[in-house]
């Protein structure tokens, strides 16, 4: 596919559709960014999008994307984050929100690249381009998971056991590659079948709540890398991957103080060591806070439907692993399926852990320089594309989150000349120097740890347990 040059003036603009005030008839009223910045609470809370003001206040809790996207972008310009979040068909549905035009809007030569090239990228279609790859997909995961209850019920060989509890670790990464895809765009054409495969490859083979990760990651990508907004980043007591996570911030998205204590301090001041041991462990604490979540949160789409599918896992799981004849290797067919998923959880990390942090809430005009700095792309060739299931493009992921995977090292080459252009930082490493940046980066906390002083005293160690993120 050819796009065409990114300064080209005859390239269609991703907001070239014209704005609800063409149609508002009248006189239109006009809104000082000043004024808009008021308005940033959840009974009072207004968006710009393109220039056009919108009180979104009653769309707040009916926000298929969750209500922290749009409290955290609240009172600003959510054009960017608008534009690469939803297609144009939704654009329409802004106008019965319509209150104003902004009287001082501006777009930044960077944010203009930015829509022109979203725009050539919608005008070619990828968006809509999946491709075959979530068929082969889930046939592939079919196909070993039979090959993993053959070998667990079928054979009487530990090899064989410990092999079937590999291949589980194995296909809940694949589970994963396909969650997250189906979480950002559609697999197919049919909205119910989409559903219906996210349930089975989330919560019923994994034990994974979509609900839950969707809440999770929609706030990751809107703030990515803030250090009180981004819940990626927010891992006390065990990692810290800056000196301000040792100020007792508060977090944004679990109302709660992240307490760097005399707890937190042990742990974080040792952190470069134990960093690849709780990864092996990481999907034990994402389960809980699946079900914590599913269980507690005052909005979840179909709850009953995700906790029937979770509720799945934990029947068929036991009763595998009951089967086999030792109590010694059913351990080690658990220890062996999360130790080769905490690949997946390491993977997770690298794009983020050794990248630019900031505290506060993103900025709605400066979201292409945000999820530039905040992001790290893996350098691969293409044959080890499946191995990294798209976060190997993680900038062009975070620009583009509604792009299917299997596009983002065609546009990879725009995106890079675009930081260029504009004098912004384009992280890439390969998948050795990522991990060297990562511990590097999770020392340099550590040694500063164990010279800070702590804060207040921890409450509920139980607690902070269940919701440290792994």
Not at 412 to 417: C, G, H, S
Request: proline content about 5%.
């Amino acid at each position: 596919m050819a796009l065409t040059g990114l300064t080209d003036a005859t390239a269609p603009a991703a907001d070239a559709m014209p704005p609800a005030s063409k149609d508002a008839g009248g006189d239109v009223r006009m809104i000082s960014s000043k004024e808009m910045s008021a308005h940033n609470a959840a009974d009072d809370l207004w968006i710009s999008i393109s220039g056009d003001v919108y009180d979104v206040t009653p769309w707040l809790r009916r926000h298929p994307g969750g209500e922290v996207p749009l409290l955290t972008l609240a009172g600003q310009d959510a054009t960017d984050a608008f534009m690469a979040y939803h297609p144009p068909s939704v654009r329409p549905l802004l106008r019965r929100f319509f209150v104003g035009r902004l009287s001082d809007y501006t777009v930044s030569p960077a944010s203009a690249d930015f829509r022109r090239l979203l725009a050539q990228l919608s005008s070619a279609g990828l968006f809509e381009r999946v491709g075959p790859m979530p068929k082969v997909q889930l046939a592939a995961m079919s196909v070993l998971f039979s090959i993993a209850l053959y070998c667990t019920l079928a054979c009487a060989t530990t090899g064989a056991h410990l092999f079937a509890g590999g291949l589980i670790g194995f296909i809940w990464i694949q589970s994963g590659w396909i969650g997250h895809d189906s979480g950002h765009h559609e697999l197919t054409t049919h909205p119910a079948l989409n559903r219906l495969i996210q349930i089975i490859t989330g919560n019923c083979l994994t034990g994974l709540g979509i609900a839950w990760w969707k809440y999770n990651h929609n706030t990751h990508h809107i703030a990515c890398n803030s250090l009180d907004h981004d819940p990626d980043l927010q891992h006390l007591p065990l990692f810290a991957v800056s000196t301000k996570l040792f100020n007792n911030i508060w977090s944004v998205c679990y109302e709660r103080t992240l307490a760097f204590d005399v707890i937190s301090k042990f742990f974080v001041s040792y952190q470069h060591w134990t960093y690849y041991p709780v990864m092996g462990f990481a999907r034990i604490n994402l389960m809980v806070q699946s079900i914590v979540f599913l269980i507690t949160h005052k909005k979840v789409q179909q709850r009953w439907l995700e906790i029937a599918g979770v509720t799945a896992f934990w029947i068929w799981y036991p009763l595998l692993i009951s089967t086999l004849p030792s109590w010694w290797e059913r351990v080690a067919f658990v220890l062996v399926g999360f130790f080769v998923t905490g690949l997946q959880h390491v993977q997770f990390t690298l794009n983020h852990f050794s990248a630019e942090v900031y505290l506060g809430p993103p900025k709605g005009n400066d979201w292409f320089e945000r999820q530039t700095a905040g992001t790290l792309d893996i350098k691969c060739p293409p044959w080890m594309d499946w191995f990294h299931g798209g976060l190997q493009f993680q900038v062009e992921h975070h620009l583009f989150p509604r792009l299917p995977r299997q596009h983002y090292r065609m546009v990879a080459p725009f995106v890079r000349d675009l930081c260029k252009k504009h004098g912004l930082h384009y992280g890439a490493a390969t998948f050795w120097e990522a991990n060297v940046m990562t511990v590097k980066t999770l020392r340099a906390a550590a040694m500063q740890a164990r010279q800070a002083t702590t804060g207040a005293a921890r409450k509920n160690l139980v607690w902070e347990a269940v919701n440290t993120l792994g």
